[in-house]
């Protein structure tokens, strides 16, 4: 599931205590799969906040993180321009499709749609982007998640029957070899917490942040433009690039919006043009040949 939801802001310039009583224009995109993103700008504040909703096994989130979110990561490494870090508040919230149910002791059990590796997975990311919250440094973890998401189900990384094997994925997306910065929060922190107590803790925050969302716990909901349900036909909204999308929101031509990162970073590559490479891939391979 993929969610968009922009909230804009009066167009006067209104002091603090007035702008926050004013209740803001919503606007809502949103796209049938299984992540959910929830972006929002506000004049009052000086960061530019995004809620993104996702599942760690879910095809469509795997691709956003790996490659949608990933060209946006790219884009901020290429340019030098770190400090729009500083700008964003993004964050992540892995409990997308997770049903509940509350046992007679008093614990939770959670029931993730591609079994208990999905929720572990969930649990790894949250817990890497509350640790990295905590010692403020965000970036690293969109450099975890970016790899977490593009590796988690690599064959490199699964164990001898075929299941997946969170430990290796988590040690080398944690590496320097992904996150560069030397104090990174270390792969052991991340197992420790999403495979213990804390991971749990951490997991019911997410699912407290998905529950306000303005749909029945579905496997599937259907996605909304101001609880207007979409049809088919327009999830061709699915395919925005995220760097583009920032860059419109900000509506900026500068720094990481510039042209030639916006050519190299904006667009993603749809089906069409991975099968044109493919096809030349291979021709240039039997060229060699």
Known sequence: FFFLMIRRPPRSTQSRSSAASDVYKRQVLALVACCLVSLSTQQEAPKFHVDIYLESLCGYSRYFLGKTFKNFVDAIEASGQVQVVNDLDINFVFYTSVQQTLNEDGTITHTCVRGEDECNGNRVLACAQ????????????????????????????????????????????????????????????????????????????????????????????????????????????????????????????????????IAKYGDLLTEEKAKELAAQKEAQKQQSA
């Open 130 to 261: 509350e640790l990295n919250a905590a010692q403020n440094t965000p970036f690293d973890f969109w450099q975890f998640a970016t790899c977490f998401g593009r590796y988690i189900t690599d064959k490199g990384f699964k164990n001898a029957d075929g299941s997946l094997n969170l430990k290796a994925s988590v040690n080398y997306c944690a590496s320097a070899s992904v996150v560069k910065n030397k104090n990174r929060v270390k792969s052991a922190e991340i197992r420790n917490c999403a495979f213990g107590q804390k991971g749990e803790e951490v997991f019911l925050k997410n699912a407290d942040q998905r529950n306000h969302l303005p749909f029945t716990k579905k496997v599937q909901p259907p996605y909304f433009v101001n609880e207007h349900v979409y049809n088919k036909d327009e999830e061709i909204k699915q395919n925005i690039s995220f760097l583009r999308w920032y860059c419109e929101q900000i509506q900026s031509a500068e720094g990481i919006c510039a042209s030639q990162y």
